[in-house]
């Protein structure tokens, strides 16, 4: 009997470019299984970001668009009203770093939320601009050592970081927001449904649907694969609290 | 056939982009060219098709630079330090090989100037603002007839070479209004079903990005685009001549202002000077070939534009060494009236004939 195979949509002989330990592979895998299961190959657009996310199309077997860093929603929306207007509704997703949704394209993220645009977003937050190597970005925590805050985040020179996924929340375009973790096998199996929810609730053409993914960065943390994901466990839900922020179907 | 009807620049360009197939609009109010976005919101409503009113000009070319990627004919329009702003994606989308119509209504600048007319953007088209080795292919209309027509070739040269095409238009011509037909669309379809993103079914998966980390590949993707941008050169140098074939004097202008200097040819012709104007309608690929021969036989170029000489050093590229080369102009404000080019040219004639 054979319990796993790898999901049709990741490329067969794809390499891992990603750190070890890195959650970003986790990730893709969670959304190429959800490709599979909901039937999306065929019928989908998806919008890499600039940042660790950007091989995305390395690694799924579907149509990929390349972003400039941080406009992925604008192209994404731009994917999804061109299919529309020749008459096609297409599954388009975006697939970000927190720095590229929330610092640099906040305004075209935030924007889309507002449009309602039928896209889904997701939001790899490992608090910090992992590509570039570690350096203070919107989501750093308070106190969190970068390399351009080396000595700790303060407010006094820093300011404070954005709890994305309840700001998307408050727009009354947005369909779905909620905030989900990988150190886990139960955390990873939440997710995998949060997000399934987010991709179905742009089928049914509800709106705007986001989620952030807490996701460990090993190599710029300088911390082990295992002490990562202690760290997102035991600080970074304290900050950055899991759960459902909007749900257009229980409000 | 349609008939003639009076047509502001704007609205002309507007509604021949919707003549020929345009279904995605993306833009960010500036003056002097709000008109064109103005018009397609509600054209684009009531046919069901794409526009957003974008949060900026970056989101604007993003979606654009989206919304090319599925095949669909797709513009945006803004104006000058607004289009500073677009300049990121419109290097993307050379490397993306994505077809985008940038139609700019130029204001004067830098920085945000004013709404005054001006031609200050020529360099910021021709050469590009954004980072890299691409090209992109622009177009100036002299007036609203241009307009239509230029409108129609952008959109058709985008499709065919998978490039950004920029009309430069300025804010006169954007809001002047003038007799003009909205003739049919001239060019065919273009068959783009073999590179547009609509979903990998029953075919392999596609994708389409800029990023190359293989320095090999990169190099060899940056030597196709300008194996391209040949071809774009051979093929598609745009011009007009007004009696230039046996013109002592040769004036080089380019968009509405060109109008008022072939005045200033009439004017010449009459007092016995042979002038002639030559008028480049593609800024890139500029056509050098044609203003070189026309040097083999014609001593004296002059340059007149609304700006502080930016085409002189194509001009300049183009000519043999041994013609002589002026420039009439100034960067904003009225347009130069024909007895401000006369009396300058005067001046540079007679200098001229002097000097030999
Ligand atoms: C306009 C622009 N600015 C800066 C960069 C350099 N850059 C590339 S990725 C990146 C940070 C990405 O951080 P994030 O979005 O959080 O993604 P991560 O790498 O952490 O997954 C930066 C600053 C760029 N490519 N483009
Ligand atoms: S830098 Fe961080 S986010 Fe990027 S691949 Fe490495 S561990 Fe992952
Ligand atoms: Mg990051």
Redesign the interface.
């Known amino acids: 009997m054979q319990v796993y195979s790898a999901p049709k949509a990741i490329k067969e002989n794809s390499d891992f470019t990603f750190c070890p330990g890195c959650d970003h592979g986790i990730a893709i895998k969670i959304i190429a299984h959800l490709i599979d299961e909901l039937n999306l190959k065929e019928n989908t657009v998806a919008i890499a970001s600039s940042g660790c996310s950007v091989f995305l199309y390395n690694f799924l077997d579907i149509d990929c668009l390349e972003s400039p860093h941080g406009r992925a929603c604008a192209v994404a929306t731009g994917v999804k009203r061109a299919h529309k207007a020749q008459g096609n509704n297409k599954f388009v997703f975006t697939y970000q770093g927190d720095g590229d949704f929330a610092s640099i394209g906040l305004a075209e993220s935030m924007h889309s939320a507002l449009r309602g645009e039928n896209i889904t977003a997701i939001c790899i937050n490992n608090t910090n601009y992992g590509m570039t190597g570690g350096q203070l970005g919107p989501t750093t925590a308070m106190g969190q050592v970068t390399t351009t805050s080396q000595n700790g985040r303060n407010k006094e020179y820093h300011g404070f970081p954005i709890r994305t996924a309840e700001q998307i929340a408050l727009c009354e375009g947005t369909s779905f927001s909620a905030r989900v973790a990988l150190y886990d096998i139960k955390n990873i199996i939440n997710a995998k449904n949060i997000i399934k929810k987010a991709f179905e609730y742009q089928n049914q053409g509800l709106g705007f649907s986001f989620v952030e993914i807490l996701s460990s960065c090993p190599t710029n943390w300088k911390l082990s694969p295992k002490d990562s994901h202690e760290k997102i466990k035991n600080e970074l839900t304290q900050i950055f609290p899991l759960g459902i922020f909007k749900d257009i179907k229980n409000d | 056939m349609s008939e003639k009807e009076l047509l502001k620049g704007n609205i002309a360009i507007a509604k021949a982009a919707l003549n020929c197939g345009c279904?995605?609009y993306?833009g960010y109010p500036i003056t002097p060219q709000t008109e064109i976005g103005e018009y397609l919101s509600q054209k684009m409503q009531e046919k069901?098709?794409?526009y957003?009113c974008?949060?900026?000009e970056?989101?604007?070319i993003?979606?654009?630079?989206?919304?090319?990627?599925?095949g669909?004919k797709?513009m945006t329009s803004s104006s000058s330090c607004a289009v500073s702003l677009m300049q990121?994606?419109i290097s993307?989308a050379c490397s993306?090989e994505l077809p985008i119509v940038v139609v700019n209504v130029m204001r004067a600048g830098p920085g945000q100037g004013y709404i005054f007319p001006s031609q200050g953007d020529y360099n910021q088209a021709t050469i590009g603002g954004g980072n890299g080795d691409y090209h992109t292919i622009v177009l100036s209309p002299s007036n609203v007839q241009e307009c239509i027509d230029l409108t129609y070739k952008a959109f058709h040269l985008a499709q065919k070479y998978r490039n950004p095409v920029i009309l430069l238009a300025d804010g006169l011509l954007g809001q002047m209004a003038e007799p003009a037909e909205l003739t049919e669309n001239p060019y065919p379809q273009i068959d783009n079903s073999s590179w547009r993103?609509?979903?990998?079914?029953?075919r392999p998966?596609?994708?389409?990005?800029?990023?190359e980390p293989n320095q090999t590949k990169l190099n060899q993707h940056i030597i196709n685009l300008y194996k391209k941008y040949e071809l774009i050169e051979q093929n598609e140098c745009d011009y007009e001549e007004y009696l230039c074939q046996d013109a002592q004097v040769i004036f080089v202008a380019f968009g509405s202002l060109s109008r008022h200097v072939k005045s200033v040819c009439n004017h010449y012709r009459k007092n016995g000077i042979k002038a002639g104007l030559f008028r480049p309608k593609s800024l890139y690929p500029f056509p050098y070939k044609k203003l070189n021969e026309l040097s083999r036989k014609t001593p004296i170029f002059i340059d007149v534009e609304m700006n502080m000489g930016q085409m002189l050093k194509d001009i300049r590229l183009a000519i043999l060494s041994n013609a002589k080369i002026s420039f009439i102009g100034k960067p904003t404000g009225n347009w130069l009236r024909e007895e401000e080019i006369i009396n300058a040219a005067d001046n540079i004639i007679k200098e001229y004939y002097a000097s030999i």
Request: hydrophobic share 50%; proline share 0%; aromatic share 4%.
């Open positions: 279904t995605c993306f069901n098709l794409a957003v974008a949060e900026s970056i989101a604007a993003n979606m654009a630079l989206g919304a090319a990627s599925t669909a797709v990121e994606a993307y993306d993103l609509d979903g990998a079914n029953s998966s596609r994708n389409i990005h800029s990023l």
